[in-house]
């Protein structure tokens, strides 16, 4: 039984849909972001870093969104090609880039304050930070238009996860820029967020988090029935 | 075999000490910086962002450093815990802590005009450097157990990772905000010590003219 330590629409969000999609056990554990309890000394024994999410499984905690992904989908053998599979290299570039650059611009955009001090500094820095966002996923969108096994609209994989949800936030933070990012720009993104956002397993999370029944191509604000920190 | 598209000291580095500590057969190819070579047709069509490094490799061309890093740990196994093991899941969240955290604010560290433009630059600057001690003492904290992933008594993945960005940051003027003496995170300075004298660092040392002490006292 793993514990998934989670705020509503969190990062943990990305985990929670894995774990449904795997069909694994868990159970979900609140950091409640509100009192700052990612910063308490319960969840730093947890997680020293004091980010979202962390996985507890019976032999190690995990963190870090991307090592989670990896770890799970080679010890289930599932959602990703396996080790000497032709398309691990290249799945392996295209997770690490989404995680070091899509997702490390995407926090840019959610807080800025922590990257650039001042408020005078963020609109230049938001402009710098959108257009190298849009070009990300130009690149992203090239490959999934080629359709290979680790990112397509036909089966779910944690690279589709795992862009589908940045996707999301890229267009709800910070929300005087909600909407900003023309999803229709890229269509083979957009494809794989239609299929996934119909799976029973992502419908499970998306109630669970009150996300609502579009939470990718037409993402609102979590109104969540268990556990809100929002 | 391997082609690794390198230029010296650059993040080619990494993946170059990692080729040699496992003693694959490769070949080195300097990139023509000068000349344009990274936006050249024939570079981008192995990275489309015509980024260092690129390595050709029999699945087609590679990039991303860590990920370059994992395929080659688990396809020669030696440096980095099989995907089996026990402590494959400790690993791996270090190695992308260390590769989305503490390499992209290094990036933020030397090129902070590319996050924020020159008004903010200087503002990036300072947060940057502040989250990366945090960050170093975060990860020095997980090698003073001495872990097999991060150890001082034999060479791995992630410990060539950090001593290469460890090298970096100690490269930056002393007086700037950036700058990182390696021995304030004793764990890791001894991982660093015994990594540089490995035949593997002294000979891409060599090669890519970088001197002796290159993780501790880098020129």
């Not at chain 2, 150890?151 to 970096?168: C, D, K, N, T």
């Not at chain 2, 990594?195 to 891409?204: F, G």
């Amino acid at each position: 039984m793993y514990v998934l330590h989670y705020a509503p629409d969190n990062a943990s969000l990305i985990i929670r849909l894995v774990l449904e999609e795997m069909g694994l056990p868990y159970r979900t554990a609140l950091v409640d972001r509100r009192i700052r309890a990612q910063d308490s000394a319960e969840y730093r024994a947890v997680n020293p870093t004091g980010l979202i999410p962390a996985l507890q499984s019976s032999e190690e905690t995990l963190f870090e969104t991307a090592a989670i992904l990896l770890w799970l989908s080679d010890k289930h053998g599932q959602m990703a090609p396996t080790i000497g599979d032709e398309h691990r290299g290249n799945f392996l570039k295209w997770l690490f880039f989404t995680a070091n650059t899509l997702h490390a611009d995407a926090r840019l955009l959610f807080y800025p304050e922590q990257y650039a001090g001042s408020p005078d500094d963020h609109v230049a820095f938001r402009g710098k930070t959108e257009v190298r966002i849009s070009k990300h996923l130009r690149l992203l969108n090239d490959i999934a238009a080629s359709a290979p096994p680790y990112l397509n609209k036909e089966r779910p994989s944690v690279l589709s996860i795992y862009i589908c949800c940045l996707i999301r936030w890229i267009n709800l933070y910070p929300v005087d820029r909600k909407g900003w990012l023309p999803l229709h720009d890229y269509p083979a993104l957009f494809e794989i967020s239609k299929g996934l956002q119909d799976r029973p397993a992502t419908h499970r999370v998306a109630d669970a988090e009150g996300l609502g029944p579009t939470i990718f191509t037409e993402p609102h604000y979590a109104n969540p029935p268990e556990g809100s920190a929002l | 075999m391997y082609t690794l598209r390198f230029s010296p000291d650059s993040a080619s580095l990494i993946v170059r000490l990692i080729l040699e500590e496992l003693a694959l057969p490769y070949e080195a190819r300097q990139i023509d910086r000068a000349a344009g070579e990274l936006s050249s047709p024939e570079y981008r069509a192995l990275h489309p962002l015509g980024k260092i490094p690129a390595m050709e490799t029999p699945n087609g061309p590679m990039f991303e450093s860590a990920a370059i890093l994992l395929y080659l740990s688990d396809r020669h196994p030696g440096l980095a815990p099989a995907p089996d093991a026990q402590d494959r899941a400790a690993f791996l969240k270090w190695f992308f802590f260390t590769s989305t955290n503490i390499h992209t604010t290094l990036m933020d560290i030397y090129y902070p005009e590319r996050v924020a433009g020159d008004a903010a630059a200087g503002s990036v600057v300072t947060h940057a450097s502040a989250k990366m001690k945090t960050l170093l003492a975060a990860i020095n904290q997980a090698a003073e157990d001495n872990p097999n992933w991060l150890s001082f008594e034999q060479p791995s993945l992630l410990g060539y990772y950090i001593a290469v960005l460890m090298r970096w940051l100690g490269q930056n003027d002393p007086e700037a905000t950036g700058y990182i003496k390696a021995s304030d995170y004793p764990a890791l300075h001894k991982v660093l010590a015994m990594l540089e004298m490995r035949p593997a660092s002294l000979a891409v040392a060599a090669a890519e003219g970088l001197g002796k002490t290159i993780f501790t006292m880098p020129s």
